[in-house]
């Protein structure tokens, strides 16, 4: 079993700054992916960003340029760095990571982004 603990959410002006971090820890062996998708008031859930064993990364267009997607390995750790935050950023942020062929979710963390 693979348990996800993410921290790092709040509340912050547009323009700010806030990292993100998501700690896995129990039965791993082999991560693939690690990624944070979001659930804004209303819609679906979408990919943030997600960055493969191997490091290549991918970008909703929507954060390209202001979001950085990373990892440590030896931590077993996905942070994700959002600059530039913008109103339409505002959402509950959850983590993802898949440990061979199964997926597991993070408890999600909330994001809000005042203009």
């Known amino acids: 079993q693979v348990q996800l603990v993410g921290s790092g959410g709040g509340l912050v002006q547009a323009g700010g700054s806030l990292r993100l971090s998501c700690a896995a820890s129990?039965?791993?062996?082999?991560?693939?992916?690690m990624g944070w998708y979001r659930r804004a008031p209303g819609k679906q859930r979408e990919l943030v960003a997600s960055i493969t064993r191997g490091d290549s990364t991918n970008y909703a267009d929507s954060v390209k340029g202001r979001f950085t997607i990373s990892k440590d390995n030896a931590k077993n750790t996905v942070y994700l760095q959002m600059n530039s935050l913008k109103p339409e950023d505002t959402a509950r942020y959850y983590c993802k990571v898949a440990v061979g062929a199964v997926e597991y979710w993070g408890q999600g963390t909330q994001v809000t982004v005042s203009s």
């Open positions: 129990g039965t791993i062996f082999n991560i693939n992916t």
